[in-house]
């Protein structure tokens, strides 16, 4: 299952409220075949704009889960329903590529590396293909007239 990462913003409420939010939250991904990693609490920050109602701070979490990717439109469902809820955002967060360490090929002369050959031998391709569609000029004179 891919793991997906959601920001979460929650309304200014008690410690009790709070919780009762971020448990119903994790019902709703639990109930559809979810799997939670991790909640991490950023705390009580200022919103970047006006949102719903007008207050200027509200609560920020960001919840890391594994769930099955046709399940996510209704997990949005679920939480448009939410009145507790200002905004949330679902992000797939793909594992990173193993990256090789080419440092051994980087320290070579430039003509011996494998992708400058590969770059001369698209030129090469590109020149052959260019030298077959050679302008010809049919005017029957042996010099081009629209030469300055």
Request: glycine content about 4%; hydrophobic content about 35%; some cysteine.
């Amino acid at each position: 299952m891919p793991v997906y990462e959601m920001p979460i913003i929650i309304k200014l409420l008690s410690k009790k409220d709070l919780f009762t939010i971020l448990k119903r939250t994790a019902n709703s991904i639990f109930d559809k075949g979810g799997l939670i990693r991790k909640i991490d609490n950023l705390g009580k920050l200022a919103l970047p704009y006006k949102m719903k109602e007008l207050k200027k701070e509200a609560n920020f979490f960001i919840f890391h889960f594994d769930m099955p990717p046709a399940i996510i439109l209704t997990l949005n469902k679920d939480l448009k329903r939410d009145v507790d809820i200002l905004k949330w955002q679902v992000y797939n967060t793909n594992e990173k590529e193993k990256i090789e360490c080419t440092l051994d090929n980087e320290l070579l002369p430039p003509p011996y590396r494998r992708d400058v050959q590969e770059l001369i031998e698209l030129g090469n391709k590109h020149r052959r293909k260019s030298d077959r569609f050679k302008f010809k000029f049919n005017t029957g004179l042996n010099y081009y007239p629209f030469q300055r």
